[in-house]
């Protein structure tokens, strides 16, 4: 982690620490409990595509997979929230070993379907395995989640609980991103064949990542299913890979900053448009095309351009 | 069903084909834009569904004689390519595929916002080209509106072939498949073949939803489902080609058929991906593809 990146952390965590003092509404704080939760998915993600380069229309998937491993395991099988957490973030990684190694050698459009497929392969079994997954009706009554005698029964608890959580994979990131590997990562995303002639192992290295991401997915999966204590396959479709690459891009590739401006934008805009009923689905259409054919390098982009203006002014 | 096996596994194969070759088609929408830009078009099933409720529009609501109705949304449908190229694709200054792929998903969620405006979210009826009564054909039960679809594809397929091998500006587009910069010191105009490519891509797409339509009903949210299954068809084929987006999709729609018919209804669409991560893993390039060209385009 360099100096600026600490800073904004610091910046960022004072920020959230007195949000729920100022904003005392429940309706607003659910909110921010989404943006962290997304928020967690998409940080993984965009060190798979920004930094390594390498696109997932399959995240939802994992995301998937973390809820409903906690659902079943505590709701059907009384096991306790945090054993579920475990063994979800275990099939995850284990079914992104699966998928990752044989994907992870395709490229481009290629690599696109491959995930794709993997998504809705997904989302269809969510679907039919109705013994486990109770089918579209999904799980209901899943108990909440404890840490250290708290019951994270509230929404200010949550907010808390959640974005400790993001910080610590925040931290994480950065602190990646700015080690050997993230340097290497970031010559496969340039060049990946040229990483290869410098002794970088990239085809280990996107599997890592891959990982890593897949991990995040889950974490974020089994927080959604403690706070909504509800699962059913709708959450886990097509739609919310997309949105998940959406974040991403939106939000900036270059950085994991942009990928939390993204998950925060993309929350919260549908709450916003949801007054405009009908219009909503076109309105959103037109702001996503606006913001990438004016700030193709993103939100975070379109920001530090603003910025470093400013301060060539001052 | 009473049918004997052989009698149903043929009644899947028919209908498997039909369904196989409306994948075909919107495959082959994917490939065009592909091959003269690059970009995978994401709002392609937004096309197809376009194309049915359009056609719903004319020869249902304001009841315009079939023919009619067809050429005018096949019509409308140049335009809607025509404008998505102008007002979104074009004004794009430095397009990366990740940009490029955001934004035809931006303009698919558009195009559904627009079609829930003018049709609301009912499911919509075109009734059948020629009646409903089934024909009977080796032991099964043939849907004339099977002959349509099978028919119109072939139709299709065979004018494509003709205008990419012999007219002057289909020549042009394939030119600049090969090598955009060459086909532009040639002289060809590669943004006007961009465009083009865009306006016929469109109507292709509304021509598969027209057809469609009678079979499967449309809603404004169809169109996703419809252009996975076509950008599925068009990667196991090898993305840009032509035939093998055929091919593919013809084996898409079979085992997707059959995979409902005698394994599991709920499984269809996993079985037919399924195969699809199959055949990427053995051949990253498709079945078709060219191992070269899938390591040239990429991010």
């Known amino acids: 982690m360099d100096k600026k990146d600490s800073l904004i952390l610091l910046f960022l965590t004072v920020c959230l620490v007195v949000f729920p003092f100022i904003v005392t509404n429940t309706y607003y704080i659910s909110t921010m409990v989404f943006v962290g939760i997304h928020g967690i998915i998409a940080i993984g993600l965009s060190l798979l595509m920004g930094y390594a380069g390498q696109i997932s229309i399959g995240h939802a998937a994992f995301f998937g997979l973390g809820a409903y491993t906690s659902a079943v395991l505590t709701a059907k099988l009384g096991f306790h929230p945090w054993s579920a957490f475990f063994l979800g973030i275990l099939l995850s990684s284990c079914i992104a070993l699966i998928i990752g190694i044989p994907s992870l050698k395709l490229k481009g459009h290629y690599l696109a379907m491959a995930t794709l497929g993997f998504g809705e392969i997904t989302y269809i079994v969510f679907n039919e395995l109705t013994d486990i997954t109770g089918g579209p009706s999904g799980i209901g009554d899943i108990p909440k989640i404890s840490l250290a005698g708290y019951v994270m029964n509230t929404d200010i608890k949550y907010y808390f609980f959640v974005w400790a959580f993001l910080l610590l994979i925040l931290a994480l990131s950065l602190n990646l991103i700015h080690s050997r590997i993230g340097r290497a990562l970031r010559s496969i995303h340039d060049s990946e064949v040229a990483a290869n002639a410098m002794g970088v192992n990239t085809s280990k290295l996107k599997i890592q990542v891959f990982l890593i991401s897949a991990v995040f997915g889950s974490v974020a999966g089994s927080l959604y299913t403690h706070y909504v204590t509800f699962v059913s396959p709708s959450s886990f479709s097509l739609f919310f890979s997309v949105l998940l690459v959406m974040m991403v891009v939106i939000g900036g590739m270059h950085s994991v900053w942009g990928a939390l401006i993204g998950a925060a934008l993309l929350t919260i805009l549908p709450e916003f448009l949801r007054a405009l009923k009908d219009f909503e689905i076109f309105v959103y259409g037109a702001v996503l095309l606006l913001i990438m054919i004016f700030l193709p390098r993103g939100l975070s982009g379109g920001l530090e351009y603003l910025f470093n203006r400013l301060i060539k002014k001052l | ?299």
């Open chain 2, 1 to 299: 069903m009473g049918l004997p096996l052989y009698s149903q596994i043929i009644q899947y194969i028919l209908s498997g084909i039909t369904i196989g070759s409306v994948y075909a088609i919107i495959a082959i929408g994917f490939n065009i834009i592909y091959n003269s830009t690059s970009i995978i078009n994401f709002a392609q099933g937004e096309f197809v569904m376009l194309g049915g409720l359009i056609m719903i529009l004319f020869t249902v609501m304001l009841k315009f004689p079939l023919v009619l109705g067809f050429l005018l949304t096949v019509l409308i449908l140049t335009l809607v390519g025509i404008i998505m190229e102008r007002f979104a694709i074009s004004p794009i200054k430095k397009p990366t595929v990740v940009t490029l792929i955001i934004v035809t998903i931006a303009v698919s969620i558009l195009f559904k916002g627009i079609a829930m405006l003018i049709w609301g979210k009912d499911t919509h009826f075109l009734p059948p080209f020629s009646g409903e009564k089934g024909i009977a054909f080796i032991g099964a039960s043939l849907n004339p509106q099977y002959i349509w679809i099978v028919g119109i594809t072939v139709i299709v397929v065979v004018l494509l072939s003709i205008f990419f091998k012999y007219t002057i500006i289909g020549k042009a587009m394939t030119a600049c498949a090969v090598n955009r910069t060459a086909a532009s010191l040639m002289g060809i105009n590669v943004k006007r073949m961009v465009l083009l490519s865009f306006a016929l891509s469109a109507a292709i797409g509304g021509i598969a939803g027209i057809i469609i339509t009678p079979i499967t009903l449309m809603a404004y949210d169809n169109g996703a489902i419809l252009g996975l299954k076509g950008f599925g068809a068009a990667v196991l084929g090898g993305l840009g080609n032509f035939y093998g987006a055929i091919f593919a999709g013809l084996l898409l729609g079979i085992m997707e058929s059959l995979g409902a018919g005698l394994i599991h209804s709920g499984y269809k669409d996993a079985i037919a991906l399924l195969v699809l991560l199959l055949v990427l893993f053995i051949k990253p390039s498709g079945i078709f593809g060219v191992t070269e060209i899938s390591e040239f385009k990429k991010f």
